[in-house]
């Protein structure tokens, strides 16, 4: 059975790119988004937010015909569902987006009908999203994990793409297809492979589920570690970068490199889901979560100290995203520092960021000043340096004269 029409729900940084593969393998796609200024930039060809080409690819599938975004979701043969999935306060996995979404599209299904959730989701998310859908469409017969078919196929099919190289990566990355059940798998196969070539790897949805969780949180504690080493550095007078560049050269050692912290929405989130699941089992998830998160007050004190050094200074902060030559600055432990700046009143603090051109509504309502570069650096007694974007690694350290710098990253030694 073909699919001739996808439905996506959900087009934010992975709804949209996805909704744009599927078109531009030759699918009619309807985008289904709940802000209507989104909806109304796509349908002018404009994502809302910045990734190579994709400005390009949204342009040439919406004039095709293939791509038209709306609000209210229309039938189709396969639903998608990419909306967020936040946590509440104490980490808690909060999945409201995602059972609006299956009972927005529940009253369209029908017999053949395949539902994905991308979204990233604790262990047993895709169940609940059945039981959701099931609670409007009791005349549809869903299916169970290990247990028989139903009348719709539903799997969880968990994106696994780096912003800056997401479009790339959507295409040539393998893909972990996890049905509710083995047909479910089969046919969640049958649409990815319309644009993957990559491996679509078969499993089960819970093991898709815990998969996304399992990359992610091993990222996480090897960060932590590097960001603890660097803690351990500062305190014993060691270069934390001329230690792991030696510690690597051990054939079977890698050590990552220490940051501000750990930011984007997968890293600093999803170790909570498996954290929520089962607290007494997880303790060094909890513990790396910890020294992640605490990383930006460090900073915050390194920078504090090192202005206490001048009167009234200026501070001149170099990057607000999560990561390089990115505009995302979701969960970005570099503007948790500049917020921690401006919270602790160390003097005047300048932000600077090439991809962002405002500021993040968490330093709504602060002092913080957004300008250039050249200003910046014009201006500071204290440079910090929180992001590796590649114009501050072009930046002459001669024209920082005797400003105190702060680098966490190494960029500047």
């Not at 990355?173 to 479910?184: E, K, L, P, Q």
């Not at 399992?214 to 014993?236: K, M, Q």
Request: negative net charge; contains cysteine; aromatic residues 4%.
């Amino acid at each position: 059975m073909a699919f001739d029409r996808v439905s996506v729900v959900g087009l934010g940084y992975i709804g949209l790119p996805t909704a744009c593969m599927f078109a531009r393998s030759g699918v009619e796609v309807i985008g289904v988004d709940v802000d209507q200024e989104a909806v109304d930039s796509i349908n002018r060809g404009e994502p809302q937010f910045s990734e190579p080409d994709l400005k390009l690819l949204v342009e040439r599938v919406v004039a095709s015909g293939k791509l038209r975004a709306t609000t209210t979701a229309e039938p189709a043969d396969a639903f998608v569902i990419a909306v967020p999935t936040p946590f509440k306060d104490d980490h808690v996995p909060d999945l409201r987006h995602i059972e609006a979404a299956g009972r927005h599209i529940a009253p369209l299904l029908q017999p053949g009908n395949l539902v994905i959730l991308e979204s990233t989701s604790p262990v047993g998310a895709t169940e609940k999203m059945i039981e959701w859908m099931a609670d409007e469409r009791p005349d549809l017969r869903f299916p169970k994990l290990g247990g028989e078919p139903g009348d719709v196929f539903v799997a969880h099919c968990p994106e696994r793409v780096l912003p800056g190289r997401i479009l790339v990566e959507l295409v040539d990355n393998d893909r972990i297809i996890g049905g509710i059940t083995g047909a479910c798998t089969d046919r969640a196969r049958q649409l990815y492979e319309l644009f993957v070539r990559g491996s679509c790897l078969r499993t089960d949805a819970r093991t898709a589920e815990m998969a996304k969780l399992t990359e992610n949180a091993s990222r996480d504690v090897s960060i932590a570690f590097a960001n603890e080493l660097s803690l351990l550095c500062d305190r014993l007078g060691v270069d934390v970068w001329e230690l792991i560049a030696l510690a690597n050269r051990h054939p079977r050692v890698n050590v990552l490199q220490p940051g501000p912290g750990v930011g984007g929405h997968c890293i600093a989130v999803d170790p909570w889901f498996l954290i929520d699941s089962a607290p007494e089992l997880s303790p060094l998830l909890r513990t790396a979560r910890g020294v992640n998160d605490g990383k930006p007050d460090y900073v915050v004190g390194r920078v504090v100290q090192a202005a206490s050094r001048h009167e009234n200074p200026t501070i001149a902060c170099l990057g607000l995203t999560y990561k390089a030559n990115v505009d995302d600055t979701r969960e970005s432990a570099a503007v948790k520092v500049v917020a921690g700046l401006a919270k602790h009143g160390a003097g005047r603090v300048l932000a600077v960021d090439p991809h962002v051109h405002a500021l993040p509504r968490e330093l709504a309502g602060t002092d913080v000043e957004l300008v250039d570069l050249e200003t910046a650096l014009a201006s500071a007694d204290v440079v910090v340096l929180l992001v590796e974007h590649n114009v501050f690694r072009a930046v002459n350290r001669d024209l920082l004269g005797k400003t105190d710098i702060v680098d966490v990253l190494g960029l500047w030694r």
